[in-house]
Nanobody, 115 residues
Framework: QVQLVESGGGFVQPGGSLRLSCVAS????????MTWARQAPGKELEWVAV???????TVKESVKGRFTIARDNTKNMVFLQMENLKPEDTAVYYC?????????RGQGTQVTVSL
């Protein structure tokens, strides 16, 4: 049974940083591509960053240089380090099994960027 549990969200001022964590269980993380996705108020779910099981990573253009995705297969965890956060980064962030935003995901963690 696939289970994904996100944590690390919160309220932060513009320019601040947060590190999101995702604990994965029920499948082999080391052979699975994982995605961080987000859904802003009134908008559709969108992918933000992908870590491919073979090693490559990619991030959405709008967060390039600010967000970094990483994984620790020994701990079955995926991370999203977010720097220089902007109000437009406000969203619920989800850890998603597979590439893109359509796979199984956790309950999400809220990130709010505001003064």
């Amino acid at each position: 049974q696939v289970q994904l549990v996100e944590s690390g969200g919160g309220f932060v001022q513009p320019g601040g940083s947060l590190r999101l964590s995702c604990v994965a269980s029920g499948f082999s993380l080391s052979t699975t591509t994982m995605t961080w996705a987000r859904q802003a108020p009134g908008k559709e779910l969108e992918w933000v960053a992908v870590t491919y099981y073979g090693g490559p990573k990619t991030v959405k253009e709008s967060v390039k240089g600010r967000f970094t995705i990483a994984r620790d297969n020994t701990k079955n965890m995926v991370f999203l380090q977010m720097e220089n956060l902007k109000p437009e980064d406000t969203a619920v962030y989800y850890c998603v099994k597979g590439p893109g935003h359509t796979g199984p995901r956790g309950q999400g963690t809220q990130v709010t960027v505001s003064l």
